[in-house]
């Protein structure tokens, strides 16, 4: 009975964090940013290629695939347009270290350009312009244990800052 108790609590556990959040509260999160794909590979497959992507891509879908890098370096730099005039730079590098491990280092900036600022008495801007400045950097290790167990970690810096609001 006990064991029957904790198996229903821990499924309305599951069931109410899976819930948490609704559509009508997305404006509330934070780091939107980091839904925006980057990597060629992730790009092109939709993020379906979660269980075979390797190196740099990796840090952006799944951190163990780092460790299926296993000589030398390997960078990139990309530009993006994504929706309505927004560019995505990003920049990365991975290097192995033998039995180590694979450490990989990305840097990812958001460019809005120049937005015209708007107020209640001058809808149409009174020429002054702000610009908004996202940021993300992600640093992240992973080893391999076999040839079919990776493990990996990563830790991610975000800075968003519009005017004199920062986050």
Do not use: W
Not at 117 to 131: R, V
Request: glycine share 12%; aromatic share 6%.
């Amino acid at each position: 009975m006990k064991n029957t108790f904790k198996i229903f609590l821990g499924c309305a556990v599951l069931a109410s964090a899976l819930t948490a959040g609704t559509v009508r509260s997305q404006g509330t999160a934070g780091a939107a940013q980091l839904l925006i794909p980057v990597g060629t590979e992730t790009v092109a497959l939709s993020g379906t290629n979660v269980g075979t992507v390797a190196g740099i891509d990796a840090l952006f879908t799944n951190v163990a695939g780092l460790a299926r890098h296993n000589s030398g370096l390997q960078g990139t730099v990309s530009t993006t347009s994504y929706i309505a005039d927004i560019d995505v730079v990003h920049a990365g590098m991975v290097v192995a270290m033998g039995e180590t491990g694979t450490f990989g280092l990305t840097l990812k900036s958001l460019d809005f350009g120049e937005i015209p600022k708007t107020t209640a008495l001058a809808p149409e801007g009174d020429g002054q312009t702000f610009s908004p400045s996202f940021f993300t950097a992600t640093a992240g290790f992973a080893r391999a244990f076999s040839d079919r167990v990776n493990v990996g970690v990563a830790g991610k810096i975000i800075s968003e800052t519009i005017e004199e609001s920062s986050a």
